[in-house]
């Protein structure tokens, strides 16, 4: 069972950056599908972006992919995601996930997450007008 603690969430004025962090319990060299998901109040639970950790391959979601960056670093067994250009409308909880796959549908540019058995608990972020 993998185990996964979020940071790095905070309050930020529009216009700012934050990266956040994931920790995984377990060794991410050995393929993971792990991915960042956001879900703002009264709004369903969005997928952002996932990187398989054993090769590097990243998919994001249309919705924030110029203003998002998904990264990995195995030595660390750490996932991040780097966000600049941050609106009020990004304020939600982000959860870091672990699952099978995750894919981008060309023709909405949404992105799903298989199988996600891993969650963290979340960090939130609140950006402010």
């Known amino acids: 069972q993998v185990r996964l603690v979020e940071s790095g969430g905070g309050s930020v004025q529009a216009g700012g950056s934050l990266r956040l962090s994931c920790t995984a319990s377990?060794?991410?060299?050995?393929?993971?599908?792990m991915a960042w998901y956001r879900q703002a109040p009264g709004k369903q639970r969005e997928a952002l972006a996932a990187?398989?950790?054993?090769?590097?391959?990243?998919y994001t979601a249309d919705s924030v992919k110029c203003r998002v960056t998904i990264s990995q670093d195995n030595t660390k067994n750490t996932l991040y995601l780097q966000m600049n250009s941050l609106e009020p409308e990004d304020t939600a909880m982000y959860y870091c996930?672990?699952?099978?796959?995750?894919?981008?549908?060309?023709?909405?540019?949404?992105?799903?997450?298989?199988?996600?058995?891993?969650w963290g608990k979340g960090t939130m972020v609140t950006v402010s007008s």
């Open positions: 996930a672990a699952g099978y796959g995750a894919s981008r549908k060309p023709r909405t540019g949404r992105l799903t997450g298989y199988g996600m058995y891993g």
């Open positions: 377990v060794d991410t060299t050995t393929g993971y599908c």
């Open positions: 990187i398989y950790t054993g090769v590097g391959k990243t």
